[in-house]
């Protein structure tokens, strides 16, 4: 099937549907909006997503993104090296830094456990956490997956690989998925949504 559209145009509109959440008709709107603007700013857009990349790695230590070797949290002296707060992806940080309750460091997995999507530990950087925590004094993980099923899985499957290390583990209380159904969640879900139960305000 030919494209209407002259060659180059459509490979602007192909790559903009391979971005999360942009849809063919998003993806079209965009192109045409961007070459409507003018070059300077379309030209800002692509240096933008190029610098990025050129300058983004991953913290060696944690796995945040990083502009150097550390990550800003791993470079804070002031923050406490005992604690440490495993969450799935560096967007968790900003989440939980946004409450000011955490002084500690962090670890991003970079996933979760998912058998349907092929992802098993080996996958995630579980190793990576083992080792900090017999390096760096660690001595408790907060385990901060998502409150859904694959987060539910990854928690429980740290606890169970890092309890031989004598570490306190901690869950953040969390309750069934938004839009779960009871009769769907797994046990482990559902106990731990009993468990942490508290009185509904009226
Ligand atoms: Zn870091």
């Known amino acids: 099937m ?5 060659a180059p145009v459509q490979t602007l509109i192909d790559e903009l549907g391979r971005l999360p959440g942009v849809g063919p008709k998003s993806a079209q709107r965009i192109a045409f ?27 060696r230590r944690c796995f945040n993104i990083s502009e150097g070797e550390l990550c800003t949290f791993c470079l804070d002296e002031r923050r406490d090296a005992t604690l440490v707060c495993v969450v799935q992806d560096p967007r968790d940080i900003v989440a939980i830094e946004r409450t000011r309750e955490f002084r500690g460091r962090y670890h991003v997995l970079q996933g979760a456990i998912s058998p349907i999507h092929g992802i098993g530990p080996e996958q995630l950087r ?5 080792r900090r925590i017999t390096d760096e004094g660690v001595t408790e993980v907060i385990l901060a997956t998502n409150p859904d099923i694959e987060g539910d899985a990854t928690a429980m499957y740290l606890a169970e690989r890092l309890r031989p290390l004598g570490v306190r583990i901690t869950r953040i209380a969390s309750g069934l998925p938004v839009g ?3 009769e769907y969640a797994d046990e482990v879900t559902l106990g731990r949504a009993l468990e942490g139960r508290r009185e509904v305000d009226s």
């Not at 030919?2 to 002259?6: E, G």
């Not at 603007?37 to 857009?45: F, G, T």
């Open 2 to 6: 030919s494209s209407p559209y002259a």
């Open 33 to 59: 909006y961007l070459l409507q603007v003018a070059p300077e700013d379309a030209n800002r857009l692509a240096r933008a997503v190029t610098e990025a990349k050129e300058r983004i790695t991953w913290c």
């Open 180 to 182: 779960g159904d009871l």
């Open 126 to 130: 579980i190793g990576e956490l083992v």
